[in-house]
Structures are given as structure tokens and as C-alpha cells.
């Protein structure tokens, strides 16, 4: 399994930014498939966005389209989500998970929590006033 460590949360007002980081000490993270989750409380945990390895095509959930970006840094072995204007329902613990590519799954369809076997240990992301 890859061992990822996700950073970057924090307590944030409404329509502010923040940048989740997710980063792994002993693999290319280019090689996978990447894709942030969240999970709020009471809730099941959802697909955010995921990235895929190679062309780099991305995934976003409709609640997040415009908002979010995500990205590759290959330099830093790092994959980010820049978080903008944050709103109180985007407050949950955020993870970050890896999973080899599957030739016959676009990265959308990937983007599900049973598609993806190594994960963090989450960030908390709070928006509030």
C-alpha cells in the first residue's frame, strides 16, 4: 500500500481558501490515480476530485465544480486541492487516496471510495463564522 499524509486544514470563514496537501515518502505518486474524499459527520463519505495518472484528466463532484482544483506536482511527489470559496457545507474530513489506474475506468468513474485501496489518515476542514 502507498503511504500517503494529507495537510493543510484548518478552520476557515466562509468564502475563504484553503490548500490540502497530499504527499508520499516512498512512491511516485504520478503512477496513480488520486482522488480527494471527504466525509462529514453522519454522512457517507463522497468523491471530491480525482486526478488521473498520465494525461492528467480530472473528475470534479457538482457540489465542488468551479470551487476546487486539483493538481500535480510531480517535483514534490505532492498532489494538492486548492479549496476556494469555502461555504459551511464543505466541513468534513478530507483524505486523500491512491490507486493503480485502471485501463477501463475513466478517472470519473473511479471516483469512488470502493475504487481505491491506500489511503490517509484525513485533514479536518472546518468553515464557519
Known amino acids: 500500500q502507498v503511504q500517503l499524509v494529507e495537510s493543510g486544514g484548518g478552520l476557515v470563514q466562509p468564502g475563504g481558501s484553503l490548500r490540502l496537501s497530499c504527499a508520499a515518502s516512498?512512491?511516485?505518486?504520478?503512477?496513480?490515480?488520486i482522488g480527494w474524499f471527504r466525509q462529514a459527520p453522519g454522512k457517507e463519505r463522497e468523491g471530491v476530485s480525482c486526478i488521473s495518472s498520465g494525461d492528467g484528466s480530472t473528475y470534479y463532484a457538482d457540489s465542488v465544480k468551479g470551487r476546487f482544483t486539483i493538481s500535480r506536482d510531480n517535483a514534490k511527489n505532492t498532489v494538492y486541492l486548492q479549496m476556494n470559496s469555502l461555504k459551511p457545507e464543505d466541513t468534513a474530513v478530507y483524505y486523500c487516496a491512491a490507486e493503480a489506474p485502471l485501463s477501463w475506468l475513466s478517472v470519473q468513474a473511479m471516483c469512488v471510495p470502493p475504487s481505491f485501496g491506500s489511503w490517509g489518515q484525513g485533514t479536518q476542514v472546518t468553515v464557519s463564522s
Open positions: 516512498e512512491f511516485t505518486l504520478d503512477y496513480y490515480v
